[in-house]
Nanobody
Framework: QVQLVESGGGLVQAGGSLRLSCAAS????????MGWYRQTPGRQRELVAT???????NYADSVRGRFTISRDNANNTVYLQMSSLKPDDTAVYYC?????????????WGQGTQVTVSS
């Protein structure tokens, strides 16, 4: 079974940095676009950043210049390097990957990891 496992969340002071990781496991033919989303209570889940299989990156305006998304195709892993963190970045972060496997092509979600930025 394909699954995504996230790690790297935690508590950090405003202005600090944190790196999230999301590793896909299972029998995978291809990982297409990978991305990070975040959600706070009472708000819609919002897209933070995406990266295509070719390495093209897109960022939400709120994180552009502070966050960097990258991927390690050899390890089926996507990263989110977060710098200059703000309290407003506090959220549960979810990774998402569009993956082709025996089950076809579909989106998979990580379990979520809490990021808390203190002021």
């Amino acid at each position: 079974q394909v699954q995504l496992v996230e790690s790297g969340g935690g508590l950090v002071q405003a202005g600090g940095s944190l790196r999230l990781s999301c590793a896909a496991s299972g029998i995978i033919f291809r990982i297409n676009t990978m991305g990070w989303y975040r959600q706070t209570p009472g708000r819609q889940r919002e897209l933070v950043a995406t990266i295509t299989s070719g390495g093209s990156r897109n960022y939400a305006d709120s994180v552009r210049g502070r966050f960097t998304i990258s991927r390690d195709n050899a390890n089926n892993t996507v990263y989110l390097q977060m710098s200059s963190l703000k309290p407003d970045d506090t959220a549960v972060y979810y990774c998402n990957s569009r993956i082709t496997s025996f089950q076809g092509t579909r989106d998979y979600w990580g379990q979520g990891t809490q990021v808390t930025v203190s002021s």
